[in-house]
């Protein structure tokens, strides 16, 4: 008997409202349900075959009945290839061994790069196999199971495996009934799943500059940094710090910050520019982050089921290395590893005059110790 999954698109309110009710030790506050990661649909395929050979491509707007989903991504997102495509005259089978290779940044199949997805990587048929040349119905033989993803009771296939850039899956065998009628047909697929979000915590203002009577409560910031292939929406994410007393809370961040491939995004304490020392903050946590002038720690996670997988983490010990007075601590590349802020990876910003009365660093820009 086929199994009947619920795609991850459609289940992760589900999933996220399940977890804010049962993580007893992860508060994270009242906020409406909504996907952690907006979009599990990678790419769309037209794919074609004969007798000898099988071709994806990547799907045109208006082919198949693909409207509403992502379209295209083959060679830019994934790539699904196909081999050793033979024709069985006999039992009337066409079998072709067909591979998932992941062409971005990110990894795939997992929601945060190390944790599989337990529904894997999924390849979902939108449009039944239909002849091309000759006649006679064609079906799809060996299928995972069946759900419904754009309409009920569509046929897909599980690569059950985490992919990280530009690896490639273990060969599946799809296999299709093929009247000796037909001599081609055509049919469309999606790949959906879990996308790690590659966010990197960038630079840390733990101690901001006496420009005010209360700096350390409105001057706080740190900045994530989106090192994949797409945009990552940070709402429905949770942030927290650990200083010396303990975890705080998680906090839900509440509305949408869209951070673009490349691009930044300041998390602080206050959004006012006229108390913050003049930050430009794209999402303001209020008292949820307290950050220690000593020991302390910065994470971003997301929650799937009941679990919450950490994103980034960064740490420091050493007031004297990364809380100094008014100078955030910036990551020389954000391709290196950042879990240690009192570490020869991250540097003093030497941009003053950025923002506030003494305050050096560059917030929303490129670091000023970066080094390719």
């Known amino acids: 008997m086929q199994s009947v999954r619920v795609p991850q698109r459609l289940a992760a309110s589900a999933f996220l409202m399940a977890a804010l009710a049962a993580c007893a030790d992860q508060p994270v506050g009242s906020v409406a349900a909504r996907d952690l990661v907006p979009e599990t649909v990678l790419a769309a395929f037209d794919c074609t075959a004969t007798r000898e050979a099988m071709q994806c491509t990547s799907l045109r707007p208006g082919m198949g009945d693909a409207r509403g989903v992502v379209m295209g991504g083959q060679n830019v997102t994934v790539r699904l290839a196909s081999s050793n495509a033979s024709y069985n005259a006999q039992t009337e089978t066409f079998s072709v061994d067909v591979t998932v290779q992941n062409l971005m940044n990110e990894a795939i199949g997992t929601p945060d790069g190390v944790t599989p997805d337990p529904a894997g990587v999924m390849v979902f048929f939108m449009a039944e196999p239909n ?3 000759g006649s006679g119905e064609i079906t799809v033989d060996n299928a995972s199971g069946t759900a419904f993803f754009t309409s009920a009771n569509q046929a897909y296939h599980t690569y059950n495996e985490v992919l990280d850039k530009n690896e490639v899956s273990p060969p599946k065998t799809w296999q299709f009934h093929m009247p000796s009628t037909a001599t081609g047909f055509r049919f469309t697929v999606a790949l959906e ?42 709402q429905g994410l949770v942030i927290a710090d650990s200083a010396a007393s303990g975890r705080r809370p998680y906090h839900l961040i509440a509305s949408s910050v869209v951070v673009q491939p490349g691009g930044y995004a300041v998390l602080g304490n206050n959004g006012n520019t006229t108390t913050n020392g003049g930050v430009t903050v794209d999402y303001a946590y209020g008292a949820a982050m307290a950050l220690a002038n000593s020991l302390d720690a910065v994470k971003i996670a997301r929650v799937v089921g009941t679990d919450t997988l950490t994103i980034d983490r960064v740490q420091y010990s050493q007031a004297s290395t990364s809380a100094k007075d008014g100078i955030s601590r910036e990551l020389t590349n954000p391709a290196l590893d950042n879990s240690n802020m009192d570490g020869s990876n991250w540097g003093d910003a030497t941009v003053t005059s950025v923002y506030g009365a003494g305050g050096r660093g560059t917030p929303k820009a490129q670091n000023s110790t970066y080094v390719p």
């Open 131 to 133: 002849p091309t040349g």
């Open 193 to 234: 799943t879990s996308v790690q979000p590659l966010l990197v915590i960038n630079e840390v203002l733990a101690n901001p500059a006496n420009f005010n009577a209360n700096p350390d409560v409105s001057g706080e910031w740190f900045e994530i940094y989106n090192g994949g292939t797409r945009p990552v929406d940070l």
